[in-house]
């Protein structure tokens, strides 16, 4: 994923459905961004690869665990991706490898390089992917939460310094 560092980065986040994980990337991002010395420079949205909840609110789960942790998620409304988001943003962030190949199915050829995985800003997180929780309970938003937190950080880390290294993994030793 290859971003100009010479302006601050138009960045969607994309998950399934968008009501769980990317409207919540979006609102902690939105967040960071505001707490950084970029607060007026990006366009922060977020969207799914299925319309199914085209309109909805974030699911109740995700807006009561960000709203504990100061996100607000309230205002937000799903929507599809369109082909058009590959030329209106800069960064196209999805939470997980199945939503990458969905993006990469509609995604104009010449954009591709726009695609990538929130995870890979946090390499040091232990996943690569943020697991969806819509079937699980207040733990697995919770998690998910922390893992977008790291990614965001990370992002936001990528964008404000593009010239430093991101961490590299950490590896288990073996005995």
Request: proline fraction near 8%.
């Amino acid at each position: 994923m290859e971003f100009s560092s010479s302006a601050a980065p138009q960045v969607l986040f994309v998950c399934m459905g968008n009501i769980c994980r990317s409207p919540t990337a979006e609102a902690v991002f939105r967040k960071m961004v505001e707490e950084s010395p970029l607060t007026a420079k990006m366009h922060i949205d977020s969207a799914g690869t299925v319309g199914a909840h085209a309109g909805a609110k974030p699911d109740p789960r995700a807006i009561e665990i960000g709203k504990a942790r100061g996100y607000q998620l309230e205002k937000l409304r799903a929507r599809q991706v369109t082909s058009a988001d590959f030329s209106r943003f800069d960064l196209v962030i999805a939470m997980d490898s199945q939503n990458v190949q969905h993006l990469k199915a509609i995604c104009p050829p010449t954009e591709t390089h726009k695609i990538g995985l929130l995870m890979s800003f946090a390499p040091d997180a232990g996943s690569s992917e943020v697991p969806d929780p819509y079937y699980g309970g207040a733990a697995d938003f919770e998690h998910a939460l922390s893992l977008i937190e790291r990614g965001c950080r990370g992002l936001l880390r990528r964008i404000t310094h593009p010239h430093v290294a991101p961490p590299k993994p950490l590896r288990k030793r073996i005995a």
